[in-house]
T-cell receptor, first 117, second 111 residues
Framework: NAGVTQTPKFRVLKTGQSMTLLCAQD?????MYWYRQDPGMGLRLIHY???????AKGEVPDGYNVSRLKKQNFLLGLESAAPSQTSVYFC????????????????FGDGTRLSIL | RKEVEQDPGPFNVPEGATVAFNCTYS??????FFWYRQDCRKEPKLLMS???SGNEDGRFTAQLNRASQYISLLIRDSKLSDSATYLC????????????FGTGTRLQVTL
């Protein structure tokens, strides 16, 4: 059981280039998330999805786009990369809320380290 | 004020020591609480959920004080393998399980 898989693991881009980060989960989770982690800032939510075909903005969505065409995949796109987007990106997924209405913990992929020169 | 605040540390403790971390959160509507562990350059991993009545998992004990809006994590008999950053995490009910992370508290256990 692979859990949450992110590709690529590392990437170096030049300013202005575009790229797509792929997140795949095999746990049939409804909810998926993209975070970025920067030193001293903690993890911050970029975009999230509560189901196939739906996406929503998180705390820091500017400069990113996402798509959830299939339930198991959540793509994060950078249309025109900027040095400020140098970061470690984590994807996560979780089930919907359980019957006790307590939120479920999230399962994380092992991250994508992205450097923009 | 940050939504979730933690002392960044580092906490340097000898093996076998007991160490406690606190975390405060600003939104009184926060509903679910977790402690995650993150090793250097790795993904966060769930350590334990935090329940209102307090809960224990082996050497780890988590407490929640809703009135004061703080969460604690106690680690007894520290092991070298406990060295990591501990992230305090909260969510609001009905927010699609969106997590709000503290910046983490770094623990270094030494011989």
């Amino acid at each position: 059981n692979a859990g949450v898989t992110q590709t690529p693991k590392f990437r170096v881009l030049k300013t202005g280039q575009s790229m797509t980060l792929l997140c795949a989960q095999d746990m049939n989770h409804e909810y998926m998330y993209w975070y970025r982690q920067d030193p001293g800032m903690g993890l911050r939510l970029i975009h999230y999805s509560v189901g196939e075909g739906t996406t929503a903005k998180g705390e820091v969505p500017d400069g990113y786009n996402v798509s959830r065409l299939k339930k198991q995949n959540f793509l994060l796109g950078l249309e025109s990369a900027a040095p400020s987007q140098t970061s470690v990106y984590f994807c996560a997924s979780t089930k919907t809320m359980d019957t006790s209405y307590s939120n479920q913990p999230q399962h994380f992929g092992d991250g994508t380290r992205l450097s923009i020169l | 004020r940050k939504e979730v605040e933690q002392d960044p540390g580092p906490f340097n403790v000898p093996e076998g020591a007991t160490v406690a971390f606190n975390c405060t959160y600003s939104n009184s509507a926060s509903q679910s609480f977790f402690w995650y562990r993150q090793d250097c350059r790795k993904e966060p991993k769930l350590l334990m959920s935090v329940y209102s009545s307090g809960n224990e998992d082996g050497r780890f004990t988590a407490q929640l004080n809703r009135a004061s809006q703080y969460i604690s994590l106690l680690i007894r008999d520290s092991k070298l393998s406990d060295s990591a950053t501990y992230l305090c995490v909260v969510t609001l009910t009905g927010t699609a399980s969106k997590l709000t992370f503290g910046t983490g508290t770094r623990l270094q256990v030494t011989l």
